[in-house]
Every structure is written in C-alpha cells, then in structure tokens.
C-alpha cells in the first residue's frame, strides 16, 4: 500500500489517500510552457531507447528462450509473445550478455549443437547453471526476430585479445575464412552485423577491478585488433567500439580514457565511453518495489534526477578532450534497482514495477533528450524479468510493465529534432525532500510532427499547463496519459491492465492549449495546428 507522511495538519487528506481511489486536491493556477519550435536542439538518437539482456535470473532462459521443443508459442526457441511486444516498441539496440556476466562468458561454449555446449556455473547471478543453450547465433536470431541491432560486450576480465577477435571475426567474417565456414556450419552463412562492440564492463569492479590507467592500456589492445570483417559495416554503418567508463560520479575511467582517446594515432580508436548509474535509494538496495511511501517516493526521484548533474560533469571532462563530441556518453546501465522480492533467489533480482518506475524512466529519458548531443545511447536495465524490466513473464504467461508503456508512449522521440521546452517547473516537497513538480521536453518527429511529453511528478495534486507554440498555432493535442489509481499500482498476471495508457486530448483555451495534468501522470500528446 502507498502511504503517505503527510503532517497532521492534513490528516483529513490522508485519509481520503488511504482509499483505494486517490483523491487530488484542485489544480493550481495555469503553469506558462512555451515551445521553441523555430530553435531546433541535437537529434534524440533511436538508440537511446536502447535495452539490456544479461545472462542473470529468467532474463534470458524464460523471459526470452524457451526452447524449440517447448510448448509455449516460439520461433526457433523464442517465445513469441516477448519478440511481438518489444517489435511494437521498436528496440533499437539490445546489449548482450552482460554486465558482470560478460567478463566471464567465452563464447566458445554457447556455439554449435546444443547438447555439445558446455554447462557452466554463473557465478555472478545466484549460482544457477548456466546451459549455454543462448548463445551468439541464438542472439543474432533474437535481435533479428524483434528488427534491432546487437551490442555485444567482449571479455576482458577473464578472456584475452585474441578470445574477443576470434568472437568477433566468427560473427563478421566472409564465408569463404574458416571462421565463416563455423559460423555458416552453425546455420548462418552471412556475416552478423555487431552494431556497437562494447571493450569490457565495469573493469573497476567485477570487470577485473582494475586501475583507470591499466585498463585503458588495456583497451587500446582491444580497440587495435578486434575488427569487424563485414563488407557492409563501413562509413556510418561501421562497429562503434564502446570502452569502459564511469561509475557514477567517479572521474577517473573518464578522465584515464579520454585522455587516452585525445592522443590515439590512426591505429586505434574507439566511439564511446560507458556511464553506469542505478537509482537505488542506497547500497545495498533495500526498498520495496510493492510497499512503499511517499518520502520513499519522493527520495527515489530525487536520487533519479540527480543523472542530470552526472552527465553533466562527466561530459565536460570529455569536452576537454573530445571539444566536437565524436565519442558517444552511452549510459548503457541505468534503472531503478529495488531489494528482490520475498521469497525469490535473491541472486536473480526479481522486482515487481509499478507506475513510480514508469515515471522515473520518463524523467531519466527526458535527461537523455537535453543532452543528446553527447548522449546517444543508452540501455535500460534490464528488460525482461530483472530490475527495471518492460516484460515479466511466468512460464507461458506475460504482462506488460508500466516502463513498457513509458517506451511505446515516447516512440515519436525516437530519431527526433529535439525542440527546447520553457516553463516553471514548479515545487513538489516531501519531508526536507524538494523536487521539481512537473517535468517536460518537446521534439519534431522525422516526419516533421510536433510532439510534447509532460510528466507531473507530485503524486497529490494536478497540474495544469498553458501550452505555447512559439512561431506557430496549434488548436488541439491528442495523444496518450499514463497514471493510475496509485504510485505503488502496479501489473500483474491476473490483472495486466491496471497500469495502462489511455487516449488523451487537450484543446486550445483562452491562452493557448490547455493540458490537465493529472498528479502522478505521464502525457505525450502531438500539437496540432
């Protein structure tokens, strides 16, 4: 149940709170928001809608592989219903097979027929058997089946140089090379497209716990001689080698790499630096993803919004090496990492996700829009079954989480001109906790529509927004609202659509389009003229 602290001044709203209907008090006066629609920003980078699949829990056997012999619905082993709902949010990119799993995984093992494949321990993720039954071929099929890009992520704590190049010319080489012949032997006789190669994950943790000079040393090795041999993977379409960045708000992978970049000769390079950071409420992660209350709430945000600043800080430790913003920030770990629910293998990080997740996905996208002339991809962790996911699934059963609704509402962003957004964002306070109460960005869509996306982060009271177009008239906005009776409501199994997105409409008033922002809320609607 979501309780509020609310002080005693107000225990007559606290009572109304505590039905299952949450009351809201009546909207302020209008909040001014002016689009800049003639001063266009960078482009929001598909791949900034990016997901994560780790070998960990049922993330992978369950949530996406259950076996051609199985009989739930699948493709070659892949259940049907996940490939369908994550081709309707159009994943750019899926990176695979870890975090902490990557550094330990040799790809050797989950290669050929499937009862010659090697069982192994995962030692990382709760001690389960790990069959190998996924491996390179199955996931080049699985991102083929859902129309994304592969993002792999090589071994370098464990592995060596040459491992991760013969990984890499196995999936990329012409046919006619024994490394092609393998490959076509195992069913796939054209070269795989590896879109981004990432060189290693969190090498100052479980990624070998390196120093930031000894890994970038490291990383040049890598980033020298592990090619892409696909013909068709050139100019822009060329691998992007991603290294090892930050954790969180520590400088020294950034400052170690960058300045690694700055004086690289023709030899080597690479085109991007990873970031990774968790909304957590704190280490190690101990809040409910079901029972939580308001300053939970409202310090969970606080903690989400506080990504602004990191990249913030880390991009202008690039900017003094890479001024023209060719290396990409790629946040490719990023969520609400909550305690594992009673009762579960503490080692998979099972946790329930509720419309609290959805609007911290919204408010972490938002940060990513602003700063996408530096930021162009990023992977939400992970996305079926663990952490923060889009997907839960239980044997032959699936729903949909609130986050899933987040990525299919923010579709329009994908590839859109970033439009800045004007406006006062207003005070929402909880206990010594103040935050911002609504949140917004706006962008152009590739087919020239504009479009507005308005989280009201106060779970109390509504907002109401007076929307201005500058240079232009807009007389109506349609589009979709995400809210629910309460911040913990969450989907299940036996009730899938109580979270759910709902048609929205705004029309224009007497100052420009009104849009009744309802407390707890997401609404993305297109301006129309």
């Known amino acids: 149940m979501f309780r509020f602290a609310r002080p005693l001044a107000v225990s007559a709203m606290a009572l109304m709170l505590a039905t299952p209907a949450l009351a809201q008090t009546k909207a302020d006066a209008p909040i001014p928001l002016r689009v800049e629609a003639a001063t266009p920003g960078a482009k929001i980078d598909r791949h900034i809608f990016g997901q994560f699949a780790e070998h960990l829990g049922t993330g992978i056997y369950g949530g996406v592989w259950v076996g051609k012999d199985s009989t739930i619905p699948n493709v070659r082993g892949i259940r049907k219903d996940v490939v369908e709902a994550l081709r309707a949010i159009k994943v750019p990119n899926v990176r695979w097979p870890g975090g902490c799993f990557a550094d330990e995984y040799h790809w050797r093992h989950g290669i050929g027929p499937a009862e010659a494949r090697r069982k192994t321990i995962n030692s990382n993720w ?16 699985f991102v083929d089946q859902i129309g994304s890009e592969a993002y792999v992520s090589v ?17 990329t080489a012409d ?9 076509a032997a195992n069913g796939h006789p054209a070269p795989y497209k590896v879109k981004f190669l990432g060189l290693g994950n969190e090498s100052w943790s479980c990624g070998g716990a390196m120093r930031p000079e000894y890994y970038a040393d490291e990383m040049k090795r890598y980033a020298r001689f592990v090619r892409n041999y696909n013909p068709k993977q050139t100019g822009a379409e060329a691998m992007q080698r991603i290294a090892v960045g930050p954790n969180q708000a520590d400088p020294a992978y950034t400052e170690a790499v960058m300045a690694a970049y700055k004086s690289h000769d023709w030899a080597w390079s690479l085109e991007g630096l990873s970031l990774h950071s968790y909304t957590t409420g704190g280490w190690p992660p101990s809040y409910s993803s079901t029972k939580f209350d308001e300053t939970a709430y409202a310090k969970l945000l606080k903690e989400t919004l506080g990504m602004d600043d990191l990249i913030t800080k880390h991009s202008a430790i690039m900017d003094k090496y890479d001024p023209e913003k060719k290396v990409t920030l790629a ?10 629910l009673e009762g579960t293998n503490p080692g998979f990080l099972v946790q329930q996700n509720s419309l609290r997740d959805a609007i911290v996905a919204a408010l972490n996208l938002n940060i990513f829009a602003r700063h996408a002339d530096r930021v162009r991809i990023t992977n939400i ?27 299919k509402m923010y579709l329009p962003f994908q590839d859109a001109t970033f439009v800045p957004v004007s406006l006062d964002k207003g005070v929402y306070t909880q206990g010594d906790i103040t935050l911002p109460r609504v949140d917004a960005i706006a962008a152009r869509d590739t087919q020239g529509k504009l479009w507005l996306a308005v989280t009201n982060l106060d779970p109390v009271r509504a907002a109401k927004i007076s929307a201005n177009v500058a240079g232009a008239k807009s007389a109506s906005a349609k589009g979709q609202i995400l809210t629910a009776a309460r911040v913990d409501s969450i989907n299940t199994f036996e009730a899938p659509g109580v979270v759910v997105p709902k048609p929205y409409m705004a029309k224009a008033g007497a100052k420009g389009l009104d849009l009744d922002i309802p407390a707890k809320s997401i609404v993305v609607v297109q301006l129309e003229p």
């Open 175 to 183: 046919p006619a090379t024994t490394a092609g012949k393998e490959r």
């Open 331 to 340: 946040v490719d770990e990023w969520g609400v990492w909550l305690a594992p």
């Open 155 to 171: 071994n370098v704590g464990s592995g060596t140089v040459q491992e991760a190049a013969e990984w890499v010319e196995y999936m």
């Open 126 to 141: 709760g001690g389960a058997v790990e069959p190998n039954t996924f491996g390179t071929d199955e996931f080049m099929d």
């Open 381 to 407: 962790a992970q996305m079926v079954n663990v952490l923060q996911a889009m997907i839960l699934t239980d044997k032959d059963k699936m729903v949909l989480t609130p986050t899933y609704h987040v990525y």
